[in-house]
């Protein structure tokens, strides 16, 4: 009796504990973030890179990581990319994913956020687009 009590004290404090928003939003914020519209492509790897942008004051803007596909799910749209950031461990996932991929010559799914406007700075509206996730295909 004494373990199923704890065990319900536990689940319902785990379950508050998860209803809360996340660390520096509000509730009214949180709900009001606009959530990317993801689609997903299979990806031939063509090319992967990772560079540094640097603007013309020669200062360091952002790192990212790009992939870029052998043919396209729109147009001119050929590359994905991922900020690293404050998001290292996922692009260091990314990484790992992809050169992968090419060792074994695999195809991955690309999941990535149509909305030009979630792009990584720098990435063009019409040629690129920010990626999302990564699926390794068998």
């Known amino acids: 009796m004494k373990k199923k009590l704890f065990l319900m004290g536990a689940?319902?404090?785990?379950f508050t504990f998860l209803s809360f928003p996340?660390?520096?939003?509000?509730p009214g914020i949180a709900q009001a973030q606009t959530?990317?519209?993801?689609?997903?492509?299979?990806c031939i790897i063509s090319n992967i890179a990772t560079v540094q942008v640097v603007?013309?004051?020669?200062?360091p803007e952002e790192d990212r990581i790009y992939v870029q596909?052998?043919?396209?799910?729109?147009?001119?749209?050929f590359s994905f990319a991922s900020?690293?950031?404050?998001?290292a461990g996922n692009a260091n996932r990314y990484l790992v994913v992809l050169n992968?991929?090419?060792?074994?010559?695999?195809?991955?799914t690309v999941f990535y956020d149509i909305n030009s406007a979630h792009n990584p700075t720098g990435c063009q509206s019409f040629d690129c687009?920010?990626?999302t996730g990564l699926v390794l295909r068998p």
């Open 83 to 87: 900020a690293v950031g404050t998001n």
């Open 69 to 77: 596909c052998a043919t396209s799910p729109l147009g001119n749209l």
């Open 55 to 59: 603007e013309a004051t020669n200062i």
């Open 22 to 26: 996340q660390a520096g939003t509000t």
């Open 129 to 131: 687009r920010k990626l």
């Open 35 to 42: 959530k990317p519209t993801v689609e997903n492509f299979q």
């Open 100 to 108: 992968t991929a090419v060792a074994l010559g695999k195809t991955v």
């Open 11 to 14: 689940l319902i404090f785990i």
